[in-house]
């Protein structure tokens, strides 16, 4: 893996992927970040790795659906790694206008696989970051597997599952050299603050309410986000061709109990000022329409075959999160109050 061309780069889990990467002593390659800047994409959550790497790390702005731009850098860059973040990617969003997933999730993955295609000579690998959600919903027993049989509910979760159709098709047919990994909710660093944990963490701060969708008994697999990264990096480096690897935390919980510990720990690092405990701010609100009740992983396989293991557990995680969202305050106000927006005008024509 030399000229690695990342999509998605600039959201939550490609910027936490390219920091990590980065950082490796023995990279000698190039990242290229290609992101389309949407509203889940910050340029400034990778600025000091952008001076810092100046001679290795490259950014373009770039939407994978235009494949004029991104055919460019596949050709200018020599790329011959792609690794697959860029994706619409939150659920409530899906609901409330799907048009964004199909183009973007579908659309724009059909297109990296034809330009995949097209440059199969100079590809060596083309990774494709996957959900658990394509599996549906479980009930309280059982966990999700490799072979368990796709049921997605939502438009978000149903484009994702598209996607992973077409990336094994294009490996089955053309013989393009695919993983694929579905993973469990990540959290920690750089999170836009419109999914459950890094909203809670900020409305509990400053003691807002904290809307919890029915009666908070859905259940996630919580996973440290640089866990995920260094999972990817694994099955990129060691994963066979055509394969796909479940990765998760072995952490199940509520998400009442996921709200109730973020507001526990605020309080023992700060004391609220307008309640007594912070779960007193916690409010059942409609449930989300299609809510999944369960998600749980078996990633065995990525644990036997690769020998990747979670390395942080959630009172680890989530204490590492807290602190992360507490310290970086700049960066949480101008995501909160728009002005990495006005940033983004500013130095990238639309
Ligand atoms: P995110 O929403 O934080 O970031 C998505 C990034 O993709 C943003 O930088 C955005 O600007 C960019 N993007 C969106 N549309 C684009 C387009 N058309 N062209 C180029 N760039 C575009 O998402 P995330 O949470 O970092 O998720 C990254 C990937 O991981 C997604 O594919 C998601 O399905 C998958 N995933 C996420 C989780 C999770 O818990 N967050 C878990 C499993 C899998
Ligand atoms: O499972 C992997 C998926 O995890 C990823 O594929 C998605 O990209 C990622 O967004 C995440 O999806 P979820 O829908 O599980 O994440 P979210 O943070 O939106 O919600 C987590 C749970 O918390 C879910 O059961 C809904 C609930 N929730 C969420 C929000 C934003 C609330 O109760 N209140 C809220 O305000």
Redesign the pocket.
């Known amino acids: 893996m030399e000229n690695i061309l990342v999509?998605?780069?600039?959201?939550?889990?490609?910027a936490n992927f390219i920091r990590g990467i980065l950082a490796e002593d023995d990279f000698q390659g190039r990242i290229i970040n290609?992101?389309?800047?949407?509203y889940?994409?910050?340029p400034e959550s990778l600025a000091d790795i952008a001076e810092i790497y100046a001679d290795c790390y490259h950014f373009v702005r770039?939407?994978?659906?235009d494949i004029k731009a991104m055919e460019n850098i596949i050709r200018e860059y020599g790329i011959d790694t792609i690794c697959?973040?860029?994706?619409?990617?939150?659920v409530d969003r899906s609901i409330a206008g799907p048009d964004?997933f199909i183009?973007?999730?579908i659309v724009?993955t059909f297109r990296l696989l034809e330009l995949c295609r097209k440059y199969a000579n100079q590809l060596k690998r083309f990774h494709h970051?996957?959900?658990?959600e394509v599996y549906g919903s479980l009930g309280a027993q059982g966990l999700f597997r490799e072979d368990s049989p796709y049921d997605p509910s939502s438009p978000y979760s149903a484009s994702?599952a598209a996607s992973d159709h077409l990336v094994r098709a294009y490996h089955t047919t053309y013989g393009i050299p695919v993983t694929i990994s579905?993973?469990?909710?990540?959290?920690g660093p750089y999170?836009?603050p419109e999914?459950l944990i890094p909203l809670m963490i900020l409305n509990a701060l400053e003691e807002k309410s904290l809307p919890v969708y029915g009666q908070g008994l859905n259940v996630r697999d919580w996973l440290y986000v640089t866990d995920?990264c260094r999972a990817i990096r694994m099955i990129m480096e060691k994963g066979s061709s055509g394969e796909t690897y479940n990765v998760g935390g072995h952490c199940e919980k509520q998400n009442l109990e996921v709200v109730q510990t973020v507001c526990d720990l605020l309080d023992e690092i700060k004391a609220p000022e307008t309640v007594v405990r912070r779960r007193e701010l916690i409010t059942f609100v409609k449930d989300r329409p299609g809510h999944d009740l369960r998600y749980a992983i078996d990633c065995s396989k990525i644990e036997r075959e690769l020998d990747w293991h979670p390395a942080e557990s959630f009172e680890s995680g989530i204490r590492k999160t807290l602190a992360w969202y507490m310290e970086n305050t700049e960066w949480v106000h101008r995501v909160r109050s728009g002005e990495y927006l006005s940033w983004i005008r500013q130095h990238y024509s639309a």
Do not use: P, R
């Open positions: 999509t998605g780069g600039c959201g939550f889990i490609g290609a992101d389309s800047l949407t889940a994409g910050n770039a939407d994978i659906c697959h973040f860029a994706a619409e990617s939150h964004a183009q973007t999730n724009g970051v996957s959900t658990d994702k579905n993973c469990s909710n990540n959290y999170q836009f999914k995920h």
